[in-house]
């Protein structure tokens, strides 16, 4: 069983909200559709449910092209951020509501609703309106409805992003096990790197309309192709800045070097970028060989476990973010701190060219 979307675009006038895209998904896998606010994740999947139909390109399921299908005769589910629930209803009831339009015999909506009632801890609650239940189990019993169909695609269209951090941290951990127990194909569409990570599966990093790289999730996480998919798939995103190659040193400007050994060695002479997430910049030396800059402080934000540092290393924007809380003085300088492991190298037009070292241990 195979979801795949051949060389579809998207266009609404004279705006591209897809760009030309081909991607496959295969039975009882989790694909995480990754990407900020008007990349595309949302009208990716309305193409794929059918409820839009491509400008140009074909979507095909099983192998059969089902690009001018009605969303109604597929067997597509999907749960928005905005959960939606029938507020006169009875949990038993919303959940069975598409069984009912199904014409499924009495005693198989029973069944299938209680097991999926079950599935997402919904049982105590079956009697209960929506109303009646908290943000997250009424997101769960949106997520029950979809399931009961049995459909062979389910889509998540950022269901978590208007639950509380608790009831996310919750049904992050259930989700994959939902997934599990199905054995459907998810898309789960997030603008959350750390979501991402915590689901799994594979992922797709969209960009301005495109997917620029997809595959399994850590290995999109390690090897971004290019900066690009390296952006996206770090948050904050991740700091660049415009380095040289000159014999056997990589030059950072402002006096900084670094031997270029292993295949930093194998660059030829010129210019290129260095990419490191935000997390690997410290306020402290951690590794004897690590870089020394002296960025300025130009805001603080102080999460409770962490505190985020917005940087001005002469003109260059970076963000750090340290642990613990930090009693810092805005517009001075600080030194910060960077293991050379943690440096990816891209070209000046942005693919990559060499992996940070730890990501290539990993």
């Keep these: 069983m195979t979801l795949a979307l051949e060389a579809v675009t998207r266009t609404a006038g004279a705006v591209t909200h897809i760009h030309p895209t081909s991607i496959e998904l295969r039975n009882g896998t989790m694909n995480v559709l990754l990407g900020p606010t008007l990349s595309g994740k949302t009208s990716l999947m309305r193409l794929m449910a059918g409820l839009d139909r491509p400008t140009s390109g074909r979507v095909l399921w099983q192998g059969k092209d089902v690009t001018g299908m009605r ?39 029973d069944r299938r ?63 994959p096990k939902i997934f599990e127990a199905s054995g459907a194909i998810f898309v789960y569409a997030t603008t959350e790197p750390e979501e991402a990570l915590l689901l799994g599966g594979n992922t797709a990093t969209l960009w301005e309309g495109r997917i ?15 900066a690009t998919t390296a952006r996206a798939f770090s948050d904050p995103p991740m700091n660049f800045l415009k380095i ?27 210019r290129y970028m260095a990419g490191f997430r935000p997390n690997h ?13 002296t960025p300025k402080i130009d ?35 600080i030194e910060v701190f960077l293991d050379p492991a943690h440096i990816y190298v891209f070209a000046e037009d942005g693919p990559l060219v060499v992996p940070a070292a730890y990501a290539m241990a990993a």
């Design 71 to 109: 969303v109604q005769d597929r067997g597509v589910a999907m749960v928005y951020q905005q959960f939606i629930n029938y507020p006169s209803m009875s949990v038993y009831d919303n959940i069975a509501s598409p069984l009912r339009l199904a014409r499924c015999k009495p005693d198989e909506i």
């Design 113 to 175: 609703v209680r097991a999926s009632a079950e599935m997402m801890k919904l049982t105590p609650m079956l009697q209960r309106k929506p109303l009646e239940l908290s943000g997250g189990q009424q997101q769960r019993c949106a997520l029950a409805r979809a399931l009961v169909k049995g459909a062979e695609l389910v889509l998540l269209d950022e269901p978590l992003a208007n639950l509380d951090y608790k009831l996310r941290e919750e049904l992050r951990v259930e989700i």
């Design 212 to 226: 620029t790289q997809f595959g399994p999730t850590p290995e999109v996480y390690r090897r971004p192709v290019d």
């Design 244 to 270: 040289s190659k000159t014999g056997n040193r990589l030059l950072f400007g402002r006096g900084q070097s670094l031997a270029a050994t292993g295949r930093l060695g194998e660059l030829s002479d010129g």
């Design 281 to 293: 910049l410290e306020v402290h030396r951690h590794t004897p060989d690590a870089m020394i800059f």
């Design 299 to 333: 805001v603080t934000e102080i999460t409770g476990s962490e505190t985020f540092l917005h940087l001005d290393h002469h003109g260059e924007k970076w963000v750090g973010v340290v642990h613990g809380v930090h009693d810092l003085t805005l517009g001075q300088p």
